[in-house]
């Protein structure tokens, strides 16, 4: 699981760039023209915009993305990459501008698409069904690689609006895509926590971690079990292993920021 739950297959070559053609050959070689070499330009700064974004290192990243729409002006994946890095700057405006401009080029690309479905779910409320329909849009597209991705997103959303029955049904089918699919896994014990059953929610988490590596997901979960049982030398134990794998995780800063209850 990547440290970011919206960050996927950022690297993969869009598939409205796999008309490009050649236009000529030299030796046996293709020579590129010069639209050519923009596109391909873009294309490798927006990786490397990715790459350091993961990273942390947001201003090396934002200089990336820049160089990317130096070289085209219209890629819609570097808007995509830059609206995730104004998001993790809490720049929400820019951030919806930015995904706002990424669809408007891609409007069919379910990265874009699952991306900014994530950013409306997380920080508009108000537009909780517009998140929904963007998710189940990339879940639905048989060329998206991971649509159980999409589909733990929006049982997250629905989880969040306390539609727990509908939240349970798309968690359900995250993991008919893909068996112990973390963040679906994670998120079915979530409701079972936000339903007061607390206790279950500990010994499904218990039974999960014994079979799988810790997630910055599963160890806030158990943070949160732990401190609605008062039990404070765990409490402190998961965030001393969450600061130590995942320093740098949405779920670390909100232990930070003081947003767990």
Same mark, same amino acid.
């Given at each position: ?6 960050? $996927? ?77 104004? +998001? ?30 994530? $950013?409306?779910?997380?920080? $508009?409320?108000?537009? +909780? ?124 800063? +909100? ?7």
């Amino acid at each position: 699981m990547k440290k970011k739950r919206f960050l $996927f297959a950022l690297l993969a070559a869009p598939l409205w760039l796999s008309g490009c053609v050649q236009q000529a050959v030299n030796n046996g070689t293709p020579v590129q023209t010069g639209s050519e070499r923009a596109l391909q330009s873009a294309k490798i700064h927006t990786e490397l915009a990715a790459e350091y974004y993961y990273r942390g290192q947001l201003d090396v990243a934002i200089e990336e993305v820049n160089e990317a729409l130096k070289a085209q002006s219209n890629y819609a994946l570097a808007y995509n990459v830059l609206g995730l890095i104004n +998001m993790t700057l809490n720049e929400d405006s820019k951030a919806l501008e930015n995904f706002e401009h990424a669809i408007r080029l891609a409007p069919r690309n379910s990265e874009i698409r699952n991306n900014y479905g994530w $950013f409306l779910c997380q920080r $508009f409320s108000q537009h +909780m069904d517009q998140a929904i329909e963007h998710f189940m849009a990339a879940a639905k597209d048989p060329l998206y690689a991971t649509p159980e991705m999409s589909f733990a997103n929006a049982g997250i959303c629905e989880t969040k609006r306390q539609n727990y029955t509908e939240a349970r049904l798309l968690f359900q089918k995250a993991l008919s895509l893909q068996p112990n699919y973390s963040p679906a896994v994670i998120g079915l014990i979530d409701i079972d926590f936000q339903r007061g059953n607390v206790a279950e929610a500990k010994s499904k988490l218990a039974q999960f971690s014994q079979n799988n590596p810790p997630t910055a997901e599963s160890l806030l979960m158990a943070i949160k079990i732990e401190r609605a049982m008062g039990n404070q030398l765990a409490v402190d134990s998961y965030i001393f292993q969450l600061q130590k794998h995942f320093p740098e995780s949405k779920e670390m800063a +909100m232990i930070r920021e003081g947003k767990v209850k």
